[in-house]
């Protein structure tokens, strides 16, 4: 027990780093970053306790420590289960030749383009430039701090990128992925129309079942790398962003 108190310490110490990364790349307001943070917290807790317990030579129940046991097993496997999906479908090529390219927003500062929604635009205009003939939805609303909507700075963007203007769709009223496809299927005739969502890698697979859920058939992702630092925290963010879609029924 008492290397497992030292590994739980690890683990804490390890978490309260990533949490200072996070705010030095990112700034103070980095998504999630808090997690890390009480995380941290959590494992010095049981780090502390399980010290205690050696210390005092405190017997603990052994149906006691056989239910922990199963349901950490669970909660890991369950984890690791949707993470596993979250990456096959970071990993997976988008459909060549699709009718329509809806490139979902990302933050905004001002009129530039975060990080984030910059690699989402660079991956479509890859994809465009191997695909002249499809049709891309540039989709994002205006939100708290940025100046234009996501879907304006996309197409500029686009257009700095070469694509011609009467090739580029304005989608500027959504809000959430949800939204962003919820709305840009006005654009879209045909359901079964070919459709490739170009957004960061993690999030690939929540976006692709949320479209098939809105009735598209035949839609696959074109994942954008996410930042180097942001990596980590990013996909076990997404991790509970799939359960609480889940949970509202939107996948």
Known sequence: MEIISVIFGILAVLSVIYFIILIISSGIGAAFAVFWLVLGGVFMAISLSLHKIIRNNVVINKSICITVGIVFLMCASFFGYVEGKIIYAANKRPKA???????????????????????????????????????????????TGEDVSEAEVIKDYLLLGGIAPEQIILEDKSTSTVENIEFSKEFIEDKDSSVVLVTSDFHIMRATKIAKMQGFTSVSGCPAAPGYFTKLNNYVREFFAVVKDKLCGNI
């Open 97 to 143: 030749g699709a009718e329509y390219l809806i490139v979902l927003g990302a933050g905004v500062n001002g009129t530039v383009p975060s990080q984030t929604l910059k690699n989402r635009i660079n991956a479509a205009i890859d994809y465009l430039k191997e695909n002249p003939d499809t049709l891309v939805i540039a989709s994002g609303g205006q939100g």
